[in-house]
Every structure is written in structure tokens, then in C-alpha cells.
């Protein structure tokens, strides 16, 4: 069964303080990894997707890289509008179109 | 701009009522899904489509029920609701193929009382 676990839960940072969110995840086959962006009573917005080990993709303050295992959400010098809960997901080969999600991580930025 | 809407973004309902929830999409997407979202368990999979007039169940099908008679429309029942049913539903769409993003909707919160 996929396993996808994603650290921390909750994460406090202050404008211009970098870091990184954590997806750890077990298939069988990766099909694909997928970060987006969910803000409080609304829908998930799509981020990136990552492919393979090695693989890297960005959008402005956002880098995504991916490694047989886990997959790293870095955020370089974060503004308040980055406060978010940020969810990955995978879909494992053979599953169709299936995604299995994290429970996500809680980033509030503050001033 | 890609499109996916849910009839509701508010619902209110009795136990033991029949309870429909409507998704539309308009980007011709071949796959549909519904998931609900509660605190601390994430995002899990009630039942997905891939074409019209097909289903698949996902982690959690018990209780509900799906239709997807038209391509771009997807709907969730609930037969009987029960209190165990409140969440946040949320319907998406995505392409047949690898690594194909799904696009969500807003989300419908349901209440059982």
C-alpha cells in the first residue's frame, strides 16, 4: 500500500526565513510526484511534477526536487503570501490515474 | 482558464437523507475523482472514473455511491447520510496518462446533523 508521509505537520517561519518541507513516500513504482498549494476553504492548487530521482523544477520562491524516496518543497526567502498548507501526492505506476496523498504541511510566514 | 465546479460550496442535511453532489468540468478530462478531506487524515479517495459510465472504488467507497453519465459531469451520493459523513468533499478532473495533474474544485462542506 503507498505510504506518504509529510513533515513537519506545522511549520512558523518569519519573511525572509528559508527552509524546507518534507514528502517521504513507498511504492512500488513512481509514476509521478505532485506538490500544490491548498489555501483555507478552497480546493488544491497544482504546483509541480516530478518524474524521476534527480529531477528539480521551480516557480518563484518555490523549488521541488525528488529522490528515489522523498521529495523536498524548498522556500527561499517566503512572504506571508506563502502561508499555506502544502500537500504532495503520488501515483504509483499501474494505479490508473490515482493519487495518494500526504496529510500535508501547515506553513504560516509571518512579518 | 480550466474549470472545475461543485454544485455547493455549503450543504446542511439530516441523517439518513439521500444526498447528491454535483462536479462539472470543461476541460474534456477524461478522468473524474471525488475525495473527502478531514483534519489530520488528509485527502482520501471515495471512488474515481476514467470514462463515462465507469467507476473504480478508491480507499474509502463505503456509504456513497457514484454516476457519470456525460463526460464532463461527476456525482457523488450518499444513500443514507450518517454524522460520520461530514467533511469537506472535493471533486477533481485530470487527463488519461503519466503524471497528468489533477485540477480540483472548490469543495462542497457537508453536514450531517
Known amino acids: 500500500e503507498d505510504q506518504v508521509t509529510q513533515s513537519p505537520e506545522a511549520l512558523r517561519l518569519q519573511e525572509g526565513e528559508s527552509s524546507s518541507l518534507n514528502c517521504s513516500y513507498t511504492v512500488s513504482g513512481l509514476r509521478g510526484l505532485f506538490w500544490y498549494r491548498q489555501d483555507p476553504g478552497k480546493g488544491p492548487e497544482f504546483l509541480f511534477t516530478?518524474?524521476?530521482a534527480g529531477e528539480e523544477k521551480e516557480k518563484e520562491r518555490l523549488k521541488a526536487t525528488l529522490t528515489k524516496k522523498e521529495s523536498f518543497l524548498h522556500i527561499t526567502a517566503p512572504k506571508p503570501e506563502d502561508s499555506a498548507t502544502y500537500l504532495c501526492?503520488?501515483?504509483?505506476?499501474?494505479?490508473?490515474?490515482?493519487?495518494?496523498f500526504g496529510t500535508g504541511t501547515r506553513l504560516q510566514v509571518t512579518l | 482558464d480550466v474549470k472545475v465546479t461543485q454544485s455547493s460550496r455549503y450543504l446542511v442535511k439530516r441523517t439518513g437523507e439521500k444526498v447528491f453532489l454535483e462536479c462539472v468540468q470543461d476541460m474534456d478530462h477524461e478522468n473524474m475523482f471525488w475525495y473527502r478531506q478531514d483534519p489530520g487524515l488528509g485527502l482520501r479517495l471515495i471512488y474515481f472514473s476514467y470514462d463515462v459510465k465507469m467507476k473504480e472504488k478508491g480507499d474509502i467507497p463505503e456509504g456513497y455511491s457514484v454516476s457519470r453519465e456525460k463526460k464532463e459531469r461527476f456525482s457523488l451520493i450518499l444513500e443514507s447520510a450518517s454524522t460520520n459523513q461530514t467533511s469537506m468533499y472535493l471533486c477533481?478532473?485530470?487527463?488519461?496518462?503519466?503524471?497528468?495533474?489533477?485540477?480540483f474544485g472548490q469543495g462542497t462542506r457537508l453536514t450531517v446533523v
Open positions: 501526492a503520488v501515483q504509483e505506476s499501474g494505479t490508473a490515474s490515482k493519487l495518494t
Open positions: 516530478l518524474y524521476s
Open positions: 477533481a478532473s485530470s487527463l488519461l496518462g503519466r503524471g497528468a495533474e489533477a485540477f
